[in-house]
C-alpha cells in the first residue's frame, strides 16, 4: 500500500482503474509485505538508534566535545561529507589529534535540538534527513544561529553503522531566486 508523504501536497493522482497487471502484481507482493514485518521492526530499532546518536553525536560536536562525538561516530574508510560553507566534496576524515583539537576550538558552546523530517532505510543503508537547529560560536563569532538542513547516509558494517555521507548546508529559511543565483555564482553582487 502506498503511503503518502507527510509535507508532499502534489502527490499524483491514482487511476480510477487498475490492469490486470497491475492487480496480479499487488496480489502477489501482499504475501511480501507479511514476511518483511520483522525486517521492519529491526530497521525501525536501527533508525531509532541512528537517530539518538545523530543527536548526541551533533551535541557534542556543537559544544566542541570532539572526544565525545569520537565515541559516537563511526565514520567509513569512504566517506564523504558536503560541507554547509560549500566547495567540493571531501573525501575520507582527518580524526588525528591535531585535527579534533582545532574542532574543538573551532565550535564552542553549542546548544542543539534535532528535527527529523524523513528516514529510509533498506537491510543495509539508513538515510535520516534532518534539521540540526542549533545556536553556538563558530569560528570565533559570536554565538549565533547555525541551524542546518541535513541528510546523512549509514551504512551496515558488521553489527554497527558507519556513516558514509552527509550533506549540510544552511538553507534552512528560504531564500530568494536573487540570493540563490548570487551563491551558485560564487561571488557577490555588483552594487
Known sequence: M???????HNWPDLP??????????????????????????????????????ARAKNAAFMRGDMGRWLQLVRIAPDFTLMQPFGGPASR???ASPKRLAHLSRYFREGETELEVLQTYASEAL???????HQR????????QDWSL???????????????????????????????????????PEDK
Open 92 to 94: 575520507g576524515f582527518d
Open 136 to 143: 553556538a560560536e563558530v569560528g570565533g563569532l559570536p554565538a
Open 149 to 187: 538542513r541535513v541528510t546523512e547516509v549509514y551504512r551496515k558494517d558488521g553489527t554497527d553503522w558507519q556513516l558514509v555521507h552527509r550533506h549540510a548546508d544552511p538553507l534552512v529559511r528560504s531564500i530568494t531566486l536573487q540570493q540563490a543565483a548570487t551563491l551558485a555564482r560564487g561571488w
Open 16 to 53: 480510477e482503474k487498475m490492469s490486470r497487471r497491475s492487480m496480479m502484481s499487488s496480489a502477489a507482493a501482499i504475501p511480501l509485505s507479511f514476511q518483511l514485518s520483522a525486517d521492519a521492526v529491526a530497521g525501525n530499532d536501527a533508525i531509532a538508534g541512528l537517530v539518538e546518536r
Open 126 to 132: 539508513v538515510v535520516l534527513a534532518m534539521i540540526e
Open 2 to 8: 502506498t503511503r503518502r508523504p507527510s509535507g508532499v
